[in-house]
């Protein structure tokens, strides 16, 4: 028996000691696959700290910087972050932001915006955002109210409510969405100094303008006195590098214009945004149009709210009061670092080269002078004060029998339809262009039913002047459709307001037949600055020159 537990003994205690050490080795093997639970735990919430999201599109930029202007507590890698989360900035303006169509239809920033529109998809989203950070505040929650808000869009404003903060079910999703959003804050473009498509073209500070392109920012920077050669030149270098064949997310050309921006400002129906000639001046008439209509902010003088505009889209700079308070780089401070660079350039400066062709002889017989009378600026023209009186207007005195030349009284061009003498169809827009003496240059005056007002109808086809699609919008682009005298869209008030000047109120919509653009400079000594520039309405300013126009009888 003694021999048997010897024996037996050594097995067991074997057994028993082999037994314990598989165990401790469990357990080791436990402890340390405890600890890798607890590093990979941790190295997972250190990564959501930081969570790498999809470069923004370029094309998203602006709608997002604009989106962050909503409330203070949004900025422009938060908006970033909730997109991510949302879509990954994947598929159209529908599926972008997570928006319904009922939430979409309660925050979209206007009524006529498409629900397929990008751009307005991301503001709705601010603005649904900003709300609900309001209800939160009224709810009395404390705190960062942003996570709160993100929140919501999971579980809705009452769950976050009645939690009086981040739900727990919501808190995995608060977590990616605020770690995209760190990610974001981080990156091009939201990195206050990180490498933005203006900052990266800062080496070719020196860059020369080609040759080929001196004479269209001759005419460009000729086009108001706050837009020069030299700051074309600059913008020009900023948006493009002066690559006529520079496409971006939302941009083509040289001048880099959106399509919306290109629809507004190009010359014409034949013009091209990728051909220098016609893009560079259109450049000019943006700048100069946008100088104007800003000029009435504090803040930022006007030409670089002006450069804000055309970054960030008109509305954004007007609603931020100025360039947008945004952590993206502003094509303001690159554009106008660069301008001294190019004021040393001679040729930005000296006379353009004249083209072979000459002004149309039958242009000078009625050429209306390009000088204003005093009368405009308060004074009659004996240099007394102008009564304060209000007067009725008084009517252009016309020839119902006799054909008109309809002159700008500050472009050296006149009224026309396009094409020469050929079909047009209705809704087409009418445009300037050189005297060249074609009946669809020529234009008849007939009394409206009201005896008041008059219907302008054009000799070659007999359609009549309107606006188009019968807007009462700002910017509306005027057109002829086939002549109905009853329609007050094709009904215009001629006020005469002397020497020989008359503004053209249509009775629809309540606005004046003007230029595209603000006051640009007389043509060049070709005579074709104007050919192919569109005309549209706009309110009655009478110190603007561009809304007088001059009736030449033939």
Request: aromatic residues 8%; glycine residues 6%; neutral net charge.
């Amino acid at each position: 028996m003694r021999t048997f537990a010897i024996v037996q003994g050594r097995p067991w205690r074997r057994l028993m000691s082999s037994t314990r050490r598989r165990v401790e080795v469990v357990a080791l093997v436990m402890t340390i696959v405890g600890c890798g639970a607890v590093v990979f735990e941790m190295a997972a919430t250190a990564d959501n700290d930081k969570l790498k999201g999809e470069p923004v599109p370029g094309g998203d930029v602006s709608a997002i910087a604009e989106a962050a202007l909503s409330c203070p507590s949004l900025n422009p890698p938060k908006v970033a972050a909730q997109i991510m989360a949302a879509s990954g900035f994947k598929g159209k303006g529908d599926a972008l932001t997570g928006l319904d169509d009922a939430s979409f239809r309660k925050w979209r920033p206007s009524s006529d915006v498409s629900r397929a529109d990008r751009r307005a998809n991301i503001v709705a989203l601010g603005h649904r955002t900003c709300e609900n950070i309001g209800r939160l505040r009224a709810a009395k929650i404390d705190g960062d109210l942003w996570p709160v808000a993100v929140a919501a869009e999971r579980g809705g404003l009452k769950s976050v409510i009645d939690a009086h903060g981040v739900p727990k079910s919501a808190k995995s999703y608060v977590d990616k969405v605020k770690g995209y959003a760190n990610w974001y804050a981080e990156q091009a473009p939201f990195a206050e100094s990180g490498d933005t498509p203006a900052a990266a073209a800062s080496p070719q500070a020196a860059l020369k303008v080609p040759d080929d392109l001196v004479q269209p920012i001759q005419v460009a920077g000729k086009m108001c006195k706050q837009i020069t050669p030299a700051r074309i030149a600059a913008q020009l270098r900023t948006l493009s590098g002066f690559d006529v064949n520079k496409r971006s997310a939302d941009r083509q050309g040289v001048a880099q214009f959106t399509a919306a921006m290109w629809e507004r400002y190009q010359p014409g129906r034949d013009t091209s945004v990728w051909r220098p000639a016609d893009a560079i001046p259109a450049l000019g008439v943006a700048m100069c149009d946008m100088t104007q209509q800003l000029s009435s902010l504090n803040g930022d003088e006007t030409y670089r709210l002006a450069l804000g505009a055309y970054q960030w889209g008109i509305d954004t700079v007007r609603r931020a009061n100025g360039l947008p308070r945004v952590n993206v780089s502003q094509w303001a401070d690159e554009v106008t670092k660069l301008v001294p660079e190019y004021q040393k350039d001679t040729r930005l400066t000296a006379p353009a080269a004249k083209p072979d062709d000459k002004p149309s002889p039958s242009r000078s017989a009625g050429a209306p002078p390009v000088e204003e009378p005093t009368k405009e600026t308060g004074e009659k023209e004996d240099g007394k004060p102008t009564e304060d009186k209000p007067k009725a207007p008084k009517l252009f005195d016309y020839d119902p029998n006799a054909k008109y030349e309809l002159w700008s009284a500050w472009a050296d061009a006149l009224l026309e339809l396009p094409g020469y003498n050929s079909d047009t169809k209705p809704g087409s827009r009418v445009h300037m262009w050189k005297d060249e003496s074609y009946a669809d240059q020529m234009w008849k005056i007939q009394p409206a039913p009201d005896r008041k007002h008059v219907i302008i109808a054009n000799v070659f086809n007999d359609m009549a002047l309107s606006v188009e699609d019968n807007s009462v919008q700002e910017n509306a682009k005027i057109a002829v459709y086939e002549r109905d005298d009853n329609n007050e869209n094709q009904q215009w008030l001629l006020e005469d307001v002397g020497a020989g000047r008359v503004v053209m109120t249509n009775r629809h919509s309540g606005k004046v037949m003007e230029l595209l653009g603000e006051d640009i400079s007389p043509p060049r000594d070709n005579g074709t600055t104007w050919n192919g520039y569109w005309v549209e309405q706009l309110s009655r300013h009478d110190n603007q020159k561009d809304q007088k126009w001059r009736f030449v009888k033939q």
